[in-house]
DNA sequence: TTCCGGTGAT
DNA sequence: ATCACCGGAA
C-alpha cells in the first residue's frame, strides 16, 4: 500500500491532462517562457521572486543587455549589479549580490556550465528548492514539482485533507501530480493556474479552470487559503533605511557618514538618537553582507557601494 | 496601510 | 524554528 495516492483522485491522468491541455490552449506570453538558456532563465526566476510580472519584463531584457551570459556577468563590478537592481527598483538588493555570485561560482566551480540538476543547481547562492525546481524545469526539462506560494494555494484548495494537516505535504501532493519528464511544461501550466484562476481571489468560472470538476473548494466554497506570516510595516523599518543607504551610494558613488546621513532621513543629526552611532551599525551590516566597503579618511568613515 | 514572497543567516 | 530583506500595487 502506498502512502500517497490515496490522498488523490483516482483518475490522476485525467487531472494531468485537463490542466495541461488548460495551459497550452491559452497563457500569459512572457520572454522568458521562449527561451531555454538557464542563465536567462535564473536572471528572470530571481527577478520574479520580488516583482511584478510586468515590471520584470523591461528589467530582464535590460539586465540581458547588459550582461548577456553568466560569464559577462561574474566579470561586472558588484557596484554596477547592485545599481542597477536599485535603479530598476527590483527589491531585495541582496538578490542582486547572491545572482553575482551564482554567475562567479558557474565560471569558477563548474568550468563555465550550468549544472543541469535541482541538486546542483541549489549549490548556487541564492538558489533554494524553489529556483532549483525552477530552473532544472524550464532550462532543462528536468526538474520536480515546483512547490512556491502559488502551487500551495492551488493544493491546498484542491485536496482539502491537507486542511487537517499540522504540515501539509505540499512536495509530497505535487510530486505525485507531476507528468514524469513534463516538468517544463507542467511546472509552467501549475504556477499558471495560480496566478490566473486560483489567485488570493479565485475566479474558476472566468478564467475556466480544468481542475473544477475535481476541486474540493469548488465543491464546498471553502476557497479558504494557507495562512501567511505576517510582516512587519515597511514605513521606518530597518530594510527601508538600508535601501535608502544603497539608494544614494549608487547615485553619488561615495559619501562621508556625515553627508550620507542627511540623505537617508531628515532628523539625522551626528549626535541625535539615530546619528552616527545608529548609521555607523547599519553601514557595518551591510558591510559584513558584501554590499558596501567602508573606509576611513581624515578620521572620517566613507561609504560606497562594494565593488 | 496592508499585501506579497524565496533564500540565507542565526 | 524564526527573522530580515525590498518597494510597487491593491
Same mark, same amino acid.
Given at each position: ?5 490515496? *490522498? ?9 491532462? @485537463? ?5 497550452? !490552449? ?18 528572470? /526566476? ?27 556577468? @561574474?566579470? @561586472? ?26 554567475? #562567479? ?8 556550465? =550550468?549544472?543541469? *540538476? ?12 524553489? !529556483? ?5 524545469? =524550464? ?9 512556491? !506560494? ?16 499540522? /504540515? ?20 509552467? @501550466? ?29 465543491? *464546498?466554497?471553502?476557497? !479558504? ?8 510595516? =515597511? ?6 533605511? #538600508? ?14 557618514i556625515d553627508?550620507l546621513g ?8 551626528p549626535?541625535? /538618537?539615530y546619528g552616527r552611532a545608529w548609521l555607523r551599525s547599519l553601514l557595518e551590516d551591510l558591510s ?6 567602508l ?6 568613515v566613507?561609504a560606497?557601494?562594494?565593488?
Amino acid at each position: 500500500m502506498e502512502d500517497g495516492p490515496d *490522498t488523490l483522485p483516482a483518475d490522476v491522468d485525467a487531472v494531468r491532462a @485537463a490542466l495541461i491541455e488548460w495551459y497550452e !490552449t491559452d497563457h500569459r506570453s512572457y520572454p522568458w517562457r521562449e527561451t531555454e538558456d538557464p542563465y536567462e532563465i535564473l536572471v528572470s /526566476e530571481v527577478m520574479s521572486q520580488q516583482t511584478q510580472l510586468d515590471r520584470v519584463v523591461e528589467a530582464w531584457h535590460a539586465f540581458l543587455d547588459e550582461w548577456p551570459t553568466a560569464e559577462a556577468l @561574474a566579470e @561586472a563590478d558588484r557596484a554596477a549589479v547592485v545599481g542597477f537592481w536599485t535603479d530598476h527598483s527590483l527589491g531585495y538588493n541582496n538578490r542582486a549580490k547572491y545572482l553575482h555570485e551564482a554567475a #562567479r561560482q558557474v565560471r569558477d566551480e563548474h568550468d563555465g556550465e =550550468f549544472p543541469r *540538476t535541482p541538486d546542483g543547481l541549489q549549490e548556487l547562492m541564492g538558489v533554494g528548492p524553489y !529556483t532549483a525546481n525552477a530552473v532544472a524545469s =524550464f532550462a532543462f526539462n528536468n526538474g520536480d514539482a515546483v512547490v512556491d !506560494t502559488n502551487v500551495k494555494r492551488v493544493l491546498y484548495r484542491a485536496f482539502s485533507e491537507l486542511h487537517d494537516k499540522e /504540515e501539509p505535504p505540499y512536495q509530497h501532493i505535487a510530486d505525485e501530480l507531476l507528468p514524469k519528464g513534463r516538468s517544463r511544461v507542467w511546472n509552467n @501550466a501549475i504556477m499558471e493556474l495560480g496566478a490566473v484562476a486560483c489567485g488570493k481571489t479565485p475566479r474558476c468560472d472566468e478564467a475556466g479552470c480544468p481542475w473544477r470538476e475535481w476541486c474540493d473548494a469548488y465543491d *464546498t466554497g471553502d476557497f !479558504t487559503a494557507p495562512d501567511v506570516p505576517t510582516q512587519p510595516s =515597511f514605513e521606518g523599518s530597518r530594510r527601508q533605511f #538600508r535601501g535608502r543607504v544603497v539608494r544614494a551610494l549608487n547615485e553619488y558613488g561615495e559619501l562621508p557618514i556625515d553627508e550620507l546621513g542627511p540623505r537617508i532621513r531628515v532628523d539625522y543629526s551626528p549626535d541625535g /538618537e539615530y546619528g552616527r552611532a545608529w548609521l555607523r551599525s547599519l553601514l557595518e551590516d551591510l558591510s559584513d553582507e558584501g554590499m558596501v566597503q567602508l573606509t576611513e579618511r581624515d578620521g572620517a568613515v566613507i561609504a560606497r557601494l562594494q565593488r
